[in-house]
């Protein structure tokens, strides 16, 4: 039994109908339950919904011995997978934001709001900016309007919300999509399962 995790969500949803259409469905997924847990015995697959920042912690302990996750995950964390396809869904971008009006000045630390302080520090530390970190796990594009921050790193998709709150995208960092990634030890002992979902997913998304 092959075991998947999936992130709660559209994204999963959206997953989950593309692994079924490759040959793994399971069709008690869908139905209005509040399991975690589901299973296909006949097509050798176990899927669990987990919230999405944790399926590549499910992934890299063996838990799961592969998953779907976002790219934001993966360059947050690092986990020790393997990254083994881009699904080119869920796509965004992960953005500097703030008032349209906002210059840096560069007269002191830029403060940063965001939930992915890992990528923030990263992208300022390679432009040599001095920058204050302040860590929040929702309603980011609020800190800037009431003075707790200069601008946000955040995920944008349409940048509807920026818009709505007198935002918008200074910089973009980097895009982001959905990635289908491996245990390590799962890839070496399951390795041939894991690539026929593999070309599975290849099959279903081409290029």
């Known amino acids: 039994m092959l075991r998947i995790a999936l992130p709660k969500g559209r994204l999963g949803e959206k997953a989950y109908h593309v692994l079924a259409e490759a040959g793994y469905p399971c069709p008690e997924l869908l139905e209005d339950n509040r399991k975690l847990i589901f299973e296909n015995?006949?097509?050798g697959i176990q899927y669990f919904?987990?919230?999405p920042s944790d399926v590549?912690?499910?992934v890299e302990h063996g838990a799961a011995d592969a998953g779907i996750?976002?790219?934001?995950i993966l360059l947050e964390y690092e986990p020790d997978i393997y990254e083994l396809f881009d699904l080119r869904?869920?796509?965004c971008r992960m953005c500097v934001a703030g008032p349209g009006r906002f210059r840096d000045r560069h007269t002191r630390a830029l403060r940063v709001a965001t939930k992915f302080p890992h990528i923030a520090g990263r992208y300022?530390?390679?432009q040599s900016r001095e920058i204050e970190i302040i860590h929040l796990n929702g309603s980011i594009e609020l800190a800037p309007l009431v003075g707790l921050s200069d601008v946000i790193v955040d995920i944008v998709e349409t940048g509807?919300?920026?818009r709505e709150n007198g935002l918008s995208v200074l910089e973009e960092?980097?895009?982001i999509s959905a990635r289908f990634i491996a245990n390590k030890a799962s890839f070496k002992f399951k390795g041939a399962e894991i690539r026929r979902i593999l070309d599975g997913l290849k099959a279903c998304l081409p290029e």
Do not use: E, H, N, R
């Open 41 to 43: 015995t006949d097509a």
């Open 49 to 51: 919904l987990v919230k």
């Open 56 to 58: 590549s912690v499910y």
């Open 69 to 72: 996750v976002g790219k934001d």
């Open 89 to 91: 869904m869920g796509k």
């Open 124 to 126: 300022f530390d390679a």
């Open 160 to 162: 509807t919300t920026l």
């Open 173 to 175: 960092i980097v895009p």
